[in-house]
């Protein structure tokens, strides 16, 4: 496609219950990024993907967080058991060569 | 340890007046990037300018220039003739060493312009 597309754009999940945010990345872009963006503040990294391999799973801030890109094309990040604190916009963004990122929508989680 | 340190919550500026957005960072690497995006209200992240860390010049795109300042690891934002559009988060990001590796992101600055 054109751009990055997420989705969904806005998912409100009960405390407790399992989220998949799904990211589809601009076609051949090898790299992927997920970031977790708070109110007002700036986008923490949380994982990176190489084509299918998660080479940086370094920002997950905890086991209930999990990412994976079977195919080296989409990528879905999933939060098990959600807190209050998993509120965020979740962004994923794609690459081919370290110059241009480009960001998706992203999806905006309200854990009530 | 914070990377990017952006120390302007919020800035005002005249429409048609130029205005300068503070970044600085932190890195032994002596490969890296620096980036700036801008996140309207609507919340999707678009470039606007990077500069590479071997780049002689400082970068500049349209109206927004780079001003880069290698030795006390600065990279100000300047936006030259303000327009209402400009309003928005404006972030400051590095990635480090060589490849695609990822970005890490300062807290933003809201930028505001008074017509």
């Known amino acids: 496609g054109a751009g990055v597309s997420q989705s969904p754009r806005y998912k409100v999940a009960k405390r407790g219950q399992d989220v998949a945010l799904r990211c589809d990345p601009i076609?051949?872009?090898?790299?992927l990024f997920w970031y977790q963006q708070a109110l007002g503040q700036g986008p923490e990294f949380l994982t990176y993907?190489?084509?299918?391999?998660?080479?940086?799973k370094s920002g997950l801030p905890s086991d209930r967080f999990f990412a994976e890109r079977p195919e080296g094309s989409v990528s879905t990040l999933k939060i098990q058991r959600t807190q209050q604190e998993d509120s965020a916009v979740y962004l994923c963004?794609?690459?081919?060569?370290?110059?241009?990122?480009?960001f998706g929508s992203g999806t905006r989680l309200t854990v009530v | 340890a914070q990377k990017i340190t952006q120390t302007q919550p919020g800035m005002f500026v005249q429409e048609k007046e130029a205005v300068t957005l503070d970044c600085t960072y932190d890195?032994?690497?002596?490969?890296?990037?620096l980036f700036w995006y801008k996140q309207p209200s609507s919340g999707e992240m678009i470039f606007l300018i990077y500069?590479?860390?071997?780049?002689?010049q400082n970068a500049t795109e349209g109206r927004y220039s780079l001003n880069f300042q290698k030795a006390r690891k600065s990279a100000n934002l300047v936006i030259s003739a303000s327009q209402l559009g400009d309003s928005a988060m404006y972030f400051c990001?590095?990635?480090?060493?060589?490849?695609?590796?990822?970005?890490?992101f300062g807290a933003g600055t809201r930028l505001t312009v008074k017509p």
């Open positions: 990001a590095m990635r480090e060493g060589e490849g695609n590796n990822d970005m890490r």
């Open positions: 890195t032994s690497d002596p490969s890296y990037g």
């Open positions: 963004a794609s690459s081919l060569e370290p110059y241009g990122y480009t």
């Open positions: 500069q590479g860390s071997y780049d002689q």
């Open positions: 076609s051949g872009h090898v790299s």
């Open positions: 993907f190489q084509n299918e391999a998660q080479l940086d």
